[in-house]
Structure formats: C-alpha cells, structure tokens
C-alpha cells in the first residue's frame, strides 16, 4: 500500500493521468481489505488531485477537504502536507483566494512546526501562484515566494521541484517582458536532464524555450 501510494503521488507530478487509475484502484482495494484507514484516505486525496489535475477542481476541494480533514484527526502531517498545496491550487481554479491562502497558510505552519521540508519548494511556488491571481497581492510577493522556491529546491538538491520553480519564475519575467533572463535562468535546469522527456514539466520547459528561442 505504501508503494502504491508513492507510485500514486509521482504519477500525478509527472501528469500521467493514466497509469494512475489503476494504481489508486489497487490501493483502495487492498486498504479495503485490510481495513487500513490512513491508505483509504490517501487514496482518496489523491484522486482529489486527480480531478485538480483534470480540470474539476469543484469536486477536487469536496474530496480534497474531506480527507484532509481525516488526515489531521489522526495526525498525519507529512500526508496533509503532500495534498494542501492541491487543495490550494483547486481554490485557486475556482477563484477562491481567501481559501487558498488559509490551505498554503496552513501548509506553511506545519512545515515550521514539524521541520517536514520535503514540500517546502512546492509549497511556496504554489503561494507564489496563489499571489499572481490574487487581488491585493501582487506581482513582488509572487517573485519573493518563487525565488524562495528555488533556493530551498536547489539546497535540497531536488532537480524536477527547481525546475518547476523556474518554470514558475520564468514565466513572470517573461510576462514582464524579460524574455533573457527567462531563458538564462530556465535553460540550464532543463539542461540537467537526461531522461523523462515525455513528462508534463519537461515538455513544458522545452515548449518555453523554444517560445524564447
């Protein structure tokens, strides 16, 4: 069950929407089975970040608030750290800023609390999203969540969340009209990469740099 639900999580990062099926079908199966709640419930956040994933953030944040709420009843922290920022990005799709911030909000105090660092990166691209679409926010907080992203991914070491961070970057300065330094900063994260060229982030940096070519 552990397996299948980290198999769940990377298919849903490198947006492989249909080897994921099968696999949340096999958890929920077993968890059913051997009466594993914390499983059954893992399960279901995901496929609430599934329908974030597909455009159907409605019935992501019903499913996603659900079990998250689960989640902390039980003191899973390192679960609902993994899911917030989906539930923050479905409130975003639906216009929902105050509900979004509360999810980052609290997304960002467990990480303090628990020194549980493995999210942080993506915690604060998403904050930095979050701002962009946020009235009263702006562009400057955004840029400031974004580098924030960046610099924890790369002292993390961790490639494919710095390039999502780039990505984030890159777009606003590109937005800004600093197409250069879009591309000076994005190329040599993509450049890293030897291998998983067929997945969503990757596909995405080679569309940008062939935009900025």
Known sequence: MYALAIASFVNLYVGDTVTEIPLLDELA?????????????????????????SGNPTDAVQMLTA????????????STLLYLPWLALAYAQLVKSDEAWRSISEALALIEQS???????????????????????????AEEYFQHALAVARQQQANSLELRAAMSLARLWRDQGKVKQARELLAPVYGWFTEGFDTRDLKEAKALLAEWA
């Open 29 to 53: 199966g077993l968890a059913e089975e051997r009466g594993a709640m914390h499983w059954r419930v893992n399960e279901k956040c995901c496929r609430g970040c599934l329908l974030a994933l």
């Open 67 to 78: 079990g998250i709420t689960t989640l902390r009843s039980i003191g899973a922290t390192t």
């Open 115 to 141: 020194d549980q660092r493995s999210t942080e990166a993506e915690v604060h691209r998403v904050a930095g999203e979050i701002a962009l679409v946020s009235p009263h926010v702006g562009v400057a907080k």
